[in-house]
């Protein structure tokens, strides 16, 4: 780990890549480009576990994107042995993740799987609904492969949508949470459909 001028903590690798751009998928699905990740950078990955609408996890009783930041803190924890911090992708009307997760200083570096594919080169290009992404989050934090529904609350800016399962608490009549899809390139990668809070999904992980 290398720390950012801000004293945070970045994670420091090499990459064998060639370096060429990717291209996204004309589907909106994953690409294999090859762009060289940054030595510094920040990673990215779907969640291993997965939660129902109320974010049911062994973190306690504390909010529930309180227990969404702790269950990607414990994966990864486990799966890196420089692990620094780690938040979820989630959204509620009260708490946005573009506001929650929004770099702090230095620390606005581009974000990468955990193989070093590129994903995005900043906080803007993430939170950007008209850019897509340069690669799908498509590994979870062990490196394996995983396309499928991802809890988020989010829409493509990182503001809250409608379906947040009302604040992930499940209550209410027929609540639902927006869904995105782990792969996808698309503004689909977070929001464009929802599920019902009863159903388990992932989560996706980011280091701050």
Known sequence: MDDGLDGSSTHTTTSAD????????????????SEE??????????????VDGTITSNCGTVAAVDRADCLCQTLADAAFSDASTFQAWLSTEEDPVRDRLAPKGSNDLPFCLVDG????????????PDAPLRNGIALDELGNSFNGFVWTGSDAAGEATAATCNGWTGSGEFPTGERGEAGQTSSAWTHGATSGCGNSLRLYCLER
């Open 18 to 33: 060639d370096g060429t751009d990717s291209t996204p998928g004309t589907d909106g699905t994953t690409t294999t480009g």
């Open 37 to 50: 990740c940054p030595a510094t950078h920040l990673r990215i990955f779907v969640s291993s576990a997965q």
């Open 117 to 128: 594919t590129v994903v995005v080169h900043d906080w803007a290009e993430l939170t950007n």
